[in-house]
């Protein structure tokens, strides 16, 4: 079963824009990753944060996390063709379960 | 980040025959996992798999469906058995490395069954 939800489901917005995805989860977690998935391949780690923080920024990425929510987000900046993938947040405890994912294309 | 490879890369099987995958990491991990993914959608976790015992199943994932081995601590494999075209997806090796929480992805192994 699915731990997660991601909203929107698809989201399409052109070069340089700014793309916004959202989890919510059902459990309490001690961390919640989030996923990339180029069609038809690999999943790529982006980042992890903890229950215990409420932000964390990697390069153009800024995830934010509401336990009290259960919810979070991922923030993609300053969009490029290249982040065209589908998205999952996923979460412990044994192994990750993953949310139903966002499926982003970006435009030239 | 460990290194994981998988074998094979895809595959095609007839109906009712078995399909093996094999999991290797170029470095000793505390956790090994299993985790298919149907076409268009999400990664649903199979199992654990446990080294040294019998492998810790999720709901809707039973043994004599999905036998899994890990003889050491890099290596597992994952078999499909009495395959049906609705066991064609992906299927993916995920391992988690003593002391840290993130997960590394193999490439995946893409089944096709007819």
């Known amino acids: 079963s699915q731990q997660g939800e991601e909203d929107p489901q698809a989201l399409s917005i052109q070069e340089g824009e700014n793309a916004t995805m959202n989890c919510s989860y059902k459990t309490s977690i001690n961390n919640l990753q989030w996923y990339r998935q180029n069609s038809g391949r690999g999943l790529v780690h982006l980042i992890l944060?903890?229950?215990?923080?409420r932000e964390k920024h990697s390069g153009r990425l800024r995830v934010t996390l509401d336990t009290s929510k259960k919810s979070s987000s991922l923030l993609i900046t300053a969009s490029r063709a290249a982040d065209t993938a589908s998205y999952f947040c996923?979460?412990?405890?044994?192994?990750?379960?993953f949310g139903t994912g966002t499926r982003l294309q970006v435009f030239p | 980040s460990a290194v994981i490879s998988q074998k094979p890369s895809r595959d095609i099987c007839q109906r009712g025959t078995s399909l093996t995958i094999q999991c290797q990491v170029d470095?000793?991990?505390?956790?090994m996992f299993w985790y298919r993914q149907q076409p268009g959608q999400s990664l649903t976790l199979i199992a654990t798999?446990?080294?040294?015992?019998?492998?810790?199943?999720e709901s809707g994932f039973v043994i004599d469906k999905f036998p899994i081995s890990r003889p050491n601590l890099t290596f597992s494999t994952l078999t499909v058995s009495n395959l049906s075209p609705e066991d064609s997806s992906i299927y993916l090796c995920s391992v988690r490395q003593g002391g840290t929480d993130t997960q590394y992805f193999g490439p995946g192994t893409r089944l096709t069954v007819l």
């Open positions: 470095s000793q991990v505390t956790m």
């Open positions: 798999a446990n080294q040294g015992s019998e492998a810790t199943y």
């Open positions: 996923a979460t412990p405890p044994r192994g990750l379960i």
């Open positions: 944060i903890r229950s215990n923080e």
